[in-house]
């Protein structure tokens, strides 16, 4: 963790407590603060340099990867299927720039001439262990809601939105409230990234209420570790980018995919990836 996701941490606390601090300016605290509240944590915090290394270092060993699956099996002990669950955050794009084309061998500009530009929205899936789709939970780059936009989604999709139109601290709080804890009527177990703009102290304190317990995937190694994304993800892809290429051939002067038929699309597409 940085200096500056701590201070973020402090924040997102106060803000949640609906304190103000009489020495921080919109509750964000100053270096000086920062770097004293470490000193006085000594015996849990300390400051570091952060080592770069190559990526192949950062790469998993195998046996790294069997300790985590072997603690993953100690941990699913005495739990059923219906109670372990797996989240992941995936972004739907109109960008055809991963689909491939053949071209003659030797062309220097492998262009697609259809007129859209690139927009995207998030979406956080979440599916239990036994095959259950929880609520689909959707974040838009805006700074509100439409209602075009919420006109034709799935049954019990959730709409939100942010500047940067990926989650963060509020609203994973908000999809943890909305979708984990009315799942959460036994001890559960969640699997996902560790992501410190996800985490925060309101829902670590959720986690000890509802008996609900992190289980992080390791670092660097979530295209073999993330369920969602090896058997989900890819074919779910496949389907969005056969609706965008239909939408951009039907309707070619167009320069983006309007905000209020996205999520009708996204609905299409789940059903021909046969997602309930």
């Not at 606390?13 to 000193?39: A, C, I, M």
């Not at 500009?109 to 259809?114: A, K, L, Q, R, S």
Request: aromatic share 12%; with cysteine.
């Amino acid at each position: 963790m940085t200096q500056v996701e701590l201070q973020m941490v402090i924040k997102l606390y106060l803000d949640n407590k609906g304190s103000q601090h009489p020495r921080f300016k919109y509750n964000l605290s100053d270096k000086q603060w920062t770097e004293n509240f470490v000193k006085r944590h000594k015996h849990l915090l300390t400051k570091r340099h952060c080592q770069n290394i190559k990526r192949k270092r950062a790469e998993k060993t195998d046996e790294e990867i069997e300790a985590y699956f072997e603690n993953l099996k100690k941990t699913f002990e005495n739990i059923q299927p219906e109670f372990i669950l797996n989240y992941d955050e995936t972004n739907l794009s109109d960008d055809l720039e991963s689909e491939k084309y053949i071209f003659a061998r030797g062309t220097k500009y492998t262009e697609m001439n259809i007129n859209f530009t690139k927009s995207a929205i998030s979406i956080m899936f979440a599916a239990t262990a036994a095959g259950i789709l929880m609520p689909l939970y959707v974040v838009y780059k805006s700074d509100r809601i439409y209602d075009q936009g919420v006109i034709g989604g799935p049954p019990g999709i959730i709409y939100n939105r942010t500047k940067s139109g990926w989650f963060d601290g509020p609203t994973f709080q908000d999809w943890f409230n909305k979708v984990i804890i009315p799942w959460a009527s036994e001890p559960k177990i969640i699997i996902g990234d560790n992501l410190l703009s996800h985490l925060n102290v309101e829902v670590i304190r959720a986690c000890q209420k509802y008996n609900i317990k992190f289980v992080f995937l390791p670092p660097n190694a979530t295209n073999i570790t993330q369920p969602l994304d090896v058997s989900f993800f890819h074919p779910l892809k496949v389907a969005w980018r056969k609706i965008l290429k239909e939408i951009k051939l039907k309707h070619p002067k167009r320069n983006c995919v309007e905000k209020s038929k996205i999520s009708r699309n996204a609905s299409k597409t789940f059903k021909r990836h046969e997602v309930k």
